[in-house]
T-cell receptor, first 112, second 112 residues
Framework: EPEVTQTPSHQVTQMGQEVILRCVPI?????FYWYRQILGQKVEFLVS????????KSEIFDDQFSVERPDGSNFTLKIRSTKLEDSAMYFC??????????FGDGTRLSIL | DQQVKQNSPSLSVQEGRISILNCDYT??????FLWYKKYPAEGPTFLIS?????DKNEDGRFTVFLNKSAKHLSLHIVPSQPGDSAVYFC???????????FGKGTHLIIQP
């Protein structure tokens, strides 16, 4: 069964450094998403992406964040200057024509 | 802002019995709901969805019921199996927004 894959599974970064989280969505999907889950809290929506542009973003997705689909398969989330509070699990998701979003296993981001 | 609430942090059910997981929402703009299951160190796995114009959707052992007037939905799992032990998330979507709004989750434990 096709799946969303995310790399790396764990990323440790110094505060203030840039980090890029990578995702390969399911191949025939057209809608792409990033979510995050801070330890002990809810899964929170960050951004959605369709037709090579951001279609929706939450208040969390400020100027420090950006997304890109650099080629036909990858979908990336960049955090420009990481803060301690960016430590979380980051999940990528994609969907096709149905409403069901399919999630990857996440990247655990630890900011030191 | 708790637009989606899962008020039971955990639920213990005997193997073979019915598991009922509950979810309440406040946002009348949601036009579909989804249930996800999550194992530790994995991403949420899509289980079943329901459109706001329906009151029931069934898929194998999983049935979701929606009571729009009460802004309440429930997931029934019957019969419950040991592999069903996981955290279950309810999520709402639509109403012009593409990102999902998640509840905090309910940890279901199936007792042998």
């Amino acid at each position: 069964e096709p799946e969303v894959t995310q790399t790396p599974s764990h990323q440790v970064t110094q505060m203030g450094q840039e980090v890029i989280l990578r995702c390969v969505p399911i191949s025939n999907h057209l809608y792409f998403y990033w979510y995050r889950q801070i330890l002990g809290q809810k899964v929170e929506f960050l951004v959605s992406f369709y037709n090579n542009e951001i279609s929706e973003k939450s208040e969390i997705f400020d100027d420090q964040f950006s997304v890109e689909r650099p080629d036909g398969s990858n979908f990336t989330l960049k955090i420009r200057s990481t803060k301690l509070e960016d430590s979380a699990m980051y999940f990528c998701a994609s969907r096709g024509t149905t409403r069901a979003q399919h999630f990857g296993d996440g990247t655990r981001l630890s900011i030191l | 802002d708790q637009q989606v609430k899962q008020n039971s942090p955990s639920l213990s059910v005997q193997e073979g019995r019915i598991s009922i997981l509950n979810c309440d929402y406040t946002n009348s703009m949601f036009d579909y709901f989804l249930w996800y299951k999550k194992y530790p160190a994995e991403g949420p796995t899509f289980l079943i969805s329901i459109s706001s114009i329906k009151d029931k959707n069934e898929d194998g052992r999983f049935t979701v019921f929606l009571n729009k007037s009460a802004k309440h939905l429930s997931l029934h799992i019957v019969p419950s199996q040991p592999g069903d032990s996981a955290v279950y998330f309810c999520a709402g979507g639509g109403g012009g927004a593409d990102g999902l709004t998640f509840g905090k989750g309910t940890h279901l434990i199936i007792q042998p």
